[in-house]
């Protein structure tokens, strides 16, 4: 692609740009990928993104980073329902009574 307009002899904003874009094409280099793996992202990205690997990557990391946040969330909602019981235990004190078959009261004890 010639970045030069014939007409005028210079360079056209247009095709300046499509240059800088080109120039500036962000890119990253993965090593040691296993051939099965590799293969399985290329055939994902051909049939779902139209080979764009880029977009793979969001979609995939974006599905990752939900996962893991409600992962957490949860883990976060199960604590403070945890601790809240603990809370309210405390305040109330626990009773412990003792009865036999026929209904007697043999021992009754308050825990705080």
Known sequence: METKDISLGV???ALMLAKQLKEKNNSLYISRVPIGTRDTF????DEEFCS???MLLK???DKMLDK???IILGKLAEH???L???EI????PTVTTIKTLGGKIIKKEDKQ
């Open 84 to 86: 809240s019981n603990l």
């Open 59 to 61: 979609f995939l990391v």
């Open 52 to 54: 764009d690997y880029g």
């Open 68 to 70: 893991d946040s409600k």
């Open 11 to 13: 360079d056209s904003p």
């Open 89 to 92: 235990g405390d305040d109330k």
């Open 80 to 82: 403070e329902e945890r």
């Open 42 to 45: 290329i055939a994902i990205a």
